[in-house]
């Protein structure tokens, strides 16, 4: 009986030893090549080209493909591509971008990745060459810049925790409205503290991706931080409807009270005819002219004159005045006053002879030679220049 027991053991062990040793070597033949991965997203929607990269290979994309395990997504510049993972995940890559696929993991390389969640997947993980950010429940668009090495979080609904690869002790949790971003050069990388957006920037990023929308939840909107409105527009307040406050009679069953929809009348309803006709009969009556009426009426006379030039005499009125003494008349200036001449002035007077001889031996006496006076002159000619050209 024992012989028998250790007969079947020994055959039993032998068996599975067999299956080892036959899985690795067709392992060995085969080759990793040869060996399928499982798909881990299908393509849902596609504009323009995209492409994908496995196992060194690249081909194009399209609605309904699988996409494996550890692949890459590259989309063209202004093309768009949508796939779903098997966790209740939506993602859609937009121009410009690059990822890689794994289970629960994307690595985005570049571009902008909008990620959607229908249902609760469990943990998942978006990564970067520098950032991590892990989420169950939310949706949330991220971006890469290759070029400065900045990471960026929208959240757009739910909840999103970001840190640093390097510094994973140090996570920022991204609710709704908020945004975060980490880049090398600003605070040694630690992740800036979420702030919240505007409506103009997050139109501005949603842009980006055509055709997508957030997700209509019953439960809430986008929670986006609204710009102020200008002081000068007026702002629409809500009617305020009146509630009755007293509660209702639990014996009786309690009654129903229907509230009246506030009536509004718009400007085609009303009728401004009648107002207009009495407005323009308003105009059209002709109104006296009103009359100023002087305050003082110069009742009090006075002794002063008055000239008035260019009406004529009769129409003066003559007041009594004190005589007014002869003013002695004047010539105007320009009027030179007559000179009596005794002589012509063209006729010079006669010198007698006395004069002229002492005049001429005067001219004939000098006092230095000509050479002197020829110095003197050329002396005076160089200062003369010297002042004008110097």
Not at 70 to 82: D, K
Not at 149 to 162: A, H, P
Not at 366 to 377: Q, S
Request: net charge positive.
């Amino acid at each position: 009986m024992k012989e028998f027991y250790k007969n079947i053991k020994s055959n039993k062990a032998s068996t599975k030893f067999f299956v080892l040793a036959s899985c690795m070597a067709f392992l060995f033949l085969c080759g990793p090549d040869q060996v399928v991965a499982s798909p881990v997203a299908i393509v849902k929607e596609l504009s323009g080209n995209a492409f994908g990269l496995s196992e060194g290979k690249a081909h194009s994309l399209k609605v309904g493909d699988l996409i494996e395990d550890m692949s890459e997504i590259v989309t063209e510049v202004g093309s768009q591509i949508t796939f779903n993972d098997y966790y209740n995940h939506v993602y859609h890559l937009a121009s410009a971008g690059h990822v890689q696929i794994m289970r629960r993991l994307i690595d985005l390389r570049a571009g902008h990745l909008w990620v959607q969640t229908k249902g609760d997947g469990g943990v998942s993980l978006i990564q970067t060459a520098n950032a991590k950010v892990t989420y169950s429940l939310g949706e949330s668009i991220v971006s890469y810049d290759s070029e400065s090495g900045k990471t960026q979080v929208l959240s757009i609904r739910g909840q999103f925790d970001m840190c640093n690869q390097l510094l994973e002790d140090v996570v920022v949790a991204i609710s709704e409205g908020y945004f975060s971003f980490i880049q090398k050069d600003v605070d040694n990388g630690v992740p800036r503290n979420p702030t919240p957006i505007g409506s103009s920037s997050f139109k501005q990023v949603t842009g980006l991706f055509r055709g997508i929308d957030p997700i209509s939840r019953s439960m809430n909107s986008p929670l986006v931080v609204k710009d102020r409105a200008p002081a000068s527009l007026p702002v629409e307040v809500a009617p305020k409807v009146s509630v009755p406050t007293t509660p209702p009679d639990v014996n009786n069953g309690g009654d129903i009270v229907y509230l009246k929809k506030e009536e509004r009348v718009t400007a085609r309803e009303l009728n401004i005819a009648p107002l207009l006709s009495e407005k323009l009969v308003e105009a059209k009556k002709i109104r006296p002219k009103k009359i100023w009426k002087r305050e003082n009426d110069y009742k009090q006379t006075s002794n002063v004159k008055i000239t008035v030039y260019g009406v004529s005499r009769d129409k003066v009125v003559h007041h009594e005045s004190r005589p007014i003494a002869a003013r002695p008349t004047r010539a105007p200036a320009s009027i030179m006053p007559e000179t009596v001449s005794t002589a012509p002035a063209s006729v010079p007077p006669v010198p007698n002879s006395f004069e002229s001889t002492l005049t001429d031996k005067y001219k004939q006496q000098m006092r230095h030679n000509e050479e002197v006076n020829r110095l003197i002159d050329q002396l005076k000619n160089y200062n003369q220049d010297y002042k004008k050209d110097y």
